[in-house]
């Protein structure tokens, strides 16, 4: 049975996730938020998912473009790895600062700024589209003459130590502050403090920064977040929000050269008002937290479940069809809207939750093949339709102690 070893990693980062729980306890730190955490794991749990479906696409590619353009035919050996793994850091510099500066590429970055905690969840941050825009920089590796595997390689050494980057339980570290980038460089780099914006891109070495200008040292203990802070945990919202500002603010613009240079300006050259206009069309006003322990159990529940399912579908992607693969990821990603809406306490959220239902119930009937389970889910679609306002109510007073949650 050929398994995908790579899944192990998904119980690996909860573990060290867990630990860094404790020693922050320990330390009597207040590091983790439950919201903000859930709303992280949000994140990874969608670009693991998405991953599959697309690494090996990007396996193919590398391989494609070393077959056919490399100007070197570099093989393994020990130099070889350090320069690859050296290039790699200096490629991700560039990837990493352009970004930040250029509108198009921050609209896929900005999903891994927007939480207002600094811990381990947040290296989970990456959206799918990010991972798409670092395979067309990371390009050039096979180009200069790198074989596929070894660019992949390298690529997942380097994603697992920009992992522990995140986090404040370490201080900093004596000499290799100036020759890796550290914890303390790293937070600096999600910190919102007017010293510390657009400074210490590096993921693996941060004599790049020094080199391009761009470092700045811990001095002062960093508020982390975005600049206009995002005050929302929709999953939806989240991957999409910088997204459609950059959609609006083209289309206010008048001139082909104009909105090519919005589209490739900074940031911070999209109307901010923008933002302002959509959240009062898309968003309410985000409510307390709840800190009702049936509604934590509820939701820790779904995110255990997701995490268990997308293992076991990591772990035998070889041995699933593809009608399952569709289904199963159908009732992630519907999870994981659902859960950003129980965190909102929208009205909405019950529809949701029968959307999974469905799902999980034609996936358990295509597999089972019981025919039973049909009559049961017409019995079941009956007792919705009858029964429907005394469910809501009870779902809503179990979950939030209220059959009034936010509006819709």
Do not use: C
């Amino acid at each position: 049975m050929q398994l995908n070893w790579l899944a192990y990693a998904i119980p690996l980062f909860l573990v060290l996730i867990g630990l860094e729980y404790w020693v922050s306890t320990v330390q009597g730190k207040t590091y983790f938020r439950f919201n903000e955490s859930v709303a992280n794991l949000n994140v990874g749990i969608a670009e693991r998912l998405l991953d599959l479906f697309i690494a090996g696409a990007s396996y193919v590619f590398y391989d494609w473009l070393h077959q056919r353009f490399a100007l070197f035919d570099i093989r393994a050996t020990v130099w070889s790895w350090v320069a690859l793994l050296i290039l790699t850091d200096f490629v991700w510099y560039w990837y990493h600062r352009l970004g930040h500066e250029i509108s198009l590429f921050w609209a896929a970055h900005v999903v891994h700024h927007q939480s207002e905690d600094f811990n381990y969840t947040v290296s989970a941050r990456i959206t799918v589209f990010q991972a798409i825009v670092r395979t067309g920089f990371w390009s050039v590796l096979p180009i200069i003459g790198f074989p596929a595997g070894m660019v992949v390689s390298i690529l997942l050494v380097h994603g697992l130590y920009a992992f522990f980057l995140h986090t404040r339980t370490v201080g900093k570290l004596g000499w290799l502050e100036y020759v890796l980038v550290t914890p303390s460089h790293h937070r600096v780099h999600h910190a919102v403090n007017p010293q510390y914006l657009d400074k210490n891109y590096g993921d693996v070495f941060i004599f790049w920064d020094k080199l391009f200008g761009t470092f700045a040292e811990e001095d002062e203990e960093p508020v982390y977040g975005l600049t206009k802070p995002l005050n929302s945990y929709s999953f939806l919202w989240q991957q999409f929000h910088f997204l459609l500002e950059l959609v609006v603010a083209v289309r206010r613009t008048p001139g082909i050269m104009a909105k090519l240079r919005l589209l490739f300006g900074r940031p911070d050259g999209v109307d901010a008002g923008i933002r302002t206009e959509l959240e009062s069309r898309f968003l309410q006003q985000v409510p307390a937290t709840v800190n009702r322990g049936k509604f934590r159990g509820y939701v820790v529940g779904q995110l255990a479940g997701v995490l268990v399912l997308l293992f076991a579908f990591l772990l035998m992607e070889r041995y699933v069809p593809g009608w399952a693969q569709v289904l199963v990821a159908t009732f992630v990603l519907l999870t994981l809207i659902n859960m950003g809406a129980l965190l909102e306490q929208r009205r909405w959220v019950l529809h949701l939750e029968l959307a999974r239902l469905v799902v999980l119930w034609g996936l358990i009937y295509a597999v089972s093949g019981v025919q039973l389970l049909i009559v049961l889910a017409y019995v079941g679609g009956l007792s919705w339709w009858a029964y429907q306002s005394r469910i809501s109510r009870y779902y809503f007073q179990y979950l939030y102690g209220s059959v009034q949650p936010m509006p819709t």
